[in-house]
């Protein structure tokens, strides 16, 4: 049974820093890109970051997100991580897991995590 269990979510100041994670399990890891997602109030949901290997530096980010954010995965523990720093109210949204099949079929989703960003 595939899963994708986020965790890491709060409510933290103007400034401040969270760390989100994803462990993920039924499903080969390294046969999945993984990414993560967020949708805010009234918004559609968009692309945050994401990670196709766990070579480090491989990312690619939201230009709103670009310097701020860094995704990272662990092979040997099957998941995947956001970092998030100098955060902005604008980064108040509910973040999704994401992995999607590599020359391969599959997309997976994970429950959502709320992060909050408010002084």
């Known amino acids: 049974q595939v899963q994708l269990v986020e965790s890491g979510g709060g409510l933290v100041h103007p400034g401040g820093s969270l760390r989100l994670s994803c462990a993920a399990s039924?499903?080969?890891?390294?046969?999945?890109?993984m990414s993560w997602y967020r949708q805010a109030p009234g918004k559609e949901r968009e692309l945050v970051a994401a990670?196709?290997?766990?070579?480090?530096?491989?990312?690619k980010y939201a230009d709103s997100v670009k310097g701020r954010f860094t995704i990272s995965r662990d092979s040997a523990n099957n998941t995947v991580y956001l970092q998030m720093n100098s955060l902005k109210p604008e980064d108040t949204a509910v973040y999704y897991c994401?992995?999607?099949?590599?020359?391969?079929?599959?997309?997976?989703w994970g429950q959502g995590t709320q992060v909050t960003v408010s002084s």
């Open positions: 994401n992995a999607r099949g590599i020359s391969r079929p599959g997309v997976f």
């Open positions: 039924g499903f080969t890891f390294s046969n999945y890109a």
């Open positions: 990670a196709v290997t766990s070579a480090a530096g491989s990312g």
